[in-house]
Nanobody
Framework: QVQLVESGGGLVQAGGSLRVSCAAS????????VGWFRRAPGKEREFVAA????????YYSDSVTGRFTISKLNAGNTVYLQMNSLNPEDTAVYYC?????????????????WGQGTQVTVSS
């Protein structure tokens, strides 16, 4: 089993930046993919970004490409999502998700482990 805990959410003004973190614990050596999803008020949860746990690839949705960066230190168990040029449409609960399998990274149902989410609010 793998446990995921998000942190770093908060309130930021439009145009600002915020970094959220996802700390993984448990059988992290088995992980293959870690992703970030978000759910805005009244909307379905959507894919934001993902990376391969052992390195080699990062993936982004069109809506965040060029503004958000997903990363992980080689020896660490924390995945970061650096969010720049935030706008009110980025307001959502951000969830970290992980799996030990090779998957289609943007497909929510492919992930096995989920965190509780962290709220990001962007004011205009």
């Amino acid at each position: 089993q793998v446990q995921l805990v998000e942190s770093g959410g908060g309130l930021v003004q439009a145009g600002g930046s915020l970094r959220v973190s996802c700390a993984a614990s448990g059988r992290t050596s088995s992980l293959y993919t870690v992703g970030w999803f978000r759910r805005a008020p009244g909307k379905e949860r959507e894919f934001v970004a993902a990376l391969l746990w052992s390195g080699g690839g990062t993936y982004y949705s069109d809506s965040v490409t060029g503004r958000f960066t997903i990363s992980k230190l080689n020896a660490g168990n924390t995945v970061y999502l650096q969010m720049n040029s935030l706008n009110p449409e980025d307001t959502a609960v951000y969830y970290c998700a992980a799996t030990a399998r090779l998957i289609a990274v943007a497909v929510e149902s492919q992930y096995d482990f989920w965190g509780q989410g962290t709220q990001v609010t962007v004011s205009s």
